[in-house]
């Protein structure tokens, strides 16, 4: 019995430090959710503030699951600390739940990821019609300059973009100008010869893909702790149960 015991304290104490340990990896990956979802909300090139693609949402959804994350980590945390076999189940549960709404939010981006880019693609046509002929410092305006100049890129797919859906413009915006003696994408004419919606949509994808890997990351992290939790607080139970 003595043996038995000794071996039942070790292993309690090995389930204890573990679910301990994971609980702050799981942190760090909360850390993580929340730091994607603030790039996405304060970025500069936020193309919501310009033309109607919304990715606010998305935004806010990444950070209050990396907040949602880190609380419940702590709570784990904190039950393995105080030994609460109770908080522990609960903190199982909760990690069941946050799997599963994971797994429901990673399939969500898959099915909507086409939609999302097409969406981007007409938006971006139609905002070249309302850029202006004169220099008004208007949303639009200052998403095609500031993009165009960024990415070295002139319309959407092409330059010629400009002159099939804004024929009002007597040139191409300024944006649109590069030296093709120093510049890779730039034409003999002195524009930029690549259009501007391949770096968008690979932007976006590049965004859903860390979030898609962290969530897969996360959700298999989330079996092992949740595991490793319900052995702990089962073990432990029947630890003070020997003991009587």
Same mark, same amino acid.
């Given at each position: 019995?003595?043996?038995?015991?000794?071996?039942?304290?070790?292993?309690?104490?090995?389930?204890?430090? @573990?679910?301990?340990?994971?609980?702050?990896? *799981? $942190? &760090?990956?909360? /850390?993580?959710?929340?730091?994607?979802? %603030?790039?996405? !909300?304060?970025?500069?090139?936020?193309?919501?503030?310009?033309?109607?693609?919304?990715?606010?949402?998305?935004?806010?959804?990444?950070?209050?699951?990396?907040?949602?994350?880190?609380?419940?980590?702590?709570?784990?945390?904190?039950?393995?600390?105080?030994?609460?076999?109770?908080?522990?189940?609960?903190?199982?549960?909760?990690?069941?739940? @946050?799997?599963?709404?994971?797994?429901?939010? *990673? $399939? &969500?981006?898959? /099915?909507?990821?086409?939609?999302?880019? %097409?969406?981007? !693609?007409?938006?971006?046509?139609?905002?070249?019609?309302?850029?202006?002929?004169?220099?008004?410092?208007?949303?639009?305006?200052?998403?095609?300059?500031?993009?165009?100049?960024?990415?070295?890129?002139?319309?959407?797919?092409?330059?010629?973009?400009?002159?099939?859906?804004?024929?009002?413009?007597?040139?191409?915006?300024?944006?649109?100008?590069?030296?093709?003696?120093?510049?890779?994408?730039?034409?003999?004419?002195?524009?930029?010869?690549?259009?501007?919606?391949?770096?968008?949509?690979?932007?976006?994808?590049?965004?859903?893909?860390?979030?898609?890997?962290?969530?897969?990351?996360?959700?298999?992290?989330?079996?092992?702790?949740?595991?490793?939790?319900?052995?702990?607080?089962?073990?432990?139970?029947?630890?003070?149960?020997?003991?009587?």
């Amino acid at each position: 019995m003595g043996v038995c015991s000794c071996f039942c304290n070790v292993l309690n104490g090995i389930f204890k430090y @573990a679910v301990f340990i994971f609980n702050l990896i *799981f $942190v &760090l990956g909360g /850390v993580t959710i929340l730091i994607l979802g %603030a790039l996405m !909300e304060t970025s500069v090139l936020d193309i919501s503030n310009y033309i109607d693609v919304n990715i606010h949402v998305s935004a806010i959804v990444l950070m209050v699951s990396g907040g949602v994350i880190i609380l419940v980590a702590f709570f784990g945390c904190c039950g393995a600390v105080s030994n609460n076999r109770c908080m522990l189940n609960i903190y199982a549960s909760l990690l069941l739940l @946050a799997f599963c709404l994971q797994v429901s939010g *990673f $399939v &969500l981006v898959l /099915v909507w990821n086409p939609d999302v880019s %097409a969406g981007l !693609e007409k938006e971006m046509m139609q905002s070249l019609s309302k850029y202006p002929v004169e220099n008004t410092g208007s949303n639009v305006q200052k998403f095609w300059d500031t993009v165009q100049k960024e990415w070295e890129c002139c319309g959407v797919h092409s330059r010629l973009d400009w002159a099939v859906y804004n024929p009002a413009l007597p040139r191409l915006p300024d944006s649109c100008k590069c030296n093709p003696d120093f510049e890779v994408f730039c034409t003999t004419e002195g524009y930029y010869e690549r259009g501007c919606y391949p770096e968008l949509k690979d932007l976006t994808f590049d965004i859903q893909e860390a979030m898609g890997w962290t969530a897969i990351g996360l959700a298999s992290f989330e079996v092992v702790v949740g595991i490793l939790t319900l052995i702990y607080a089962n073990s432990h139970r029947n630890s003070k149960k020997g003991r009587k």
